[in-house]
């Protein structure tokens, strides 16, 4: 089986043509990420707490998909919660589940 999976990304490799590396975001380049998204989704308002959003900037070191996963994560937490907002409360709730994972 190993030597299967090794032939895989050998041929992925091969079809790659561009390999890029994105730069952790900052602190404010998580916050407005995080709005940005929400504001797709039609929400203009304030969902998050500065406490929250620090925490998942921290805790996902500015990466996009760890900050996609964390605040998704801290979503459901509110919710479960009867939260209005995503607090720092929700956010370590979050950041616990995901890291028993």
Known sequence: MAGDQLGTFAALDQRVTLCYALPPMSGDET???????????????T??????LSSIHQVGRGLPRAVNNLARQALVAAYANRSAIV??????????EMDAE
Not at 87 to 96: L, P
């Open 31 to 45: 916050a407005s990420y995080v709005s940005h998204h929400l504001a797709l989704c039609g929400r203009s308002d």
């Open 47 to 52: 969902l998050f707490s500065d406490d929250a």
């Open 87 to 96: 607090d720092e409360k929700a956010a370590r709730q979050a950041i616990t």
